[in-house]
């Protein structure tokens, strides 16, 4: 599994086609990848797993979302005050 995602994340260039999203405004889909990211990085961190596998959300969520947007989503999510649930 862990090949897959290398050779994927190899040949990646830009966010796939992710049909929950078909429209042309991806706002959601980028905060749902940064969700699932920071999602992805804690349930693996709390089983002791290697975390590689949620570098495909990070990808996808840095070709979709303005800098500002995550740059804001962070300082939230330090300061405690991130509205959503990860």
Sequence with gaps: MAEDIQAKLERYRTAPFDARFPNQNQTR??????LDYHR???ALT???V????CDWYKR?????CPISWTTKWDDQ???GTFPGKI
Excluded at 50 to 53: L, Q
Excluded at 60 to 64: D, E, G, M, P, T
Aim: contains cysteine; positive net charge.
């Design 60 to 64: 996808v969520y840095k070709s979709l």
């Design 40 to 42: 992805c990085q804690k």
């Design 77 to 79: 999510r330090d300061e």
């Design 50 to 53: 290697d975390v590689a596998p």
């Design 46 to 48: 709390n089983k002791g």
């Design 29 to 34: 889909n980028c905060w749902q990848n940064y």
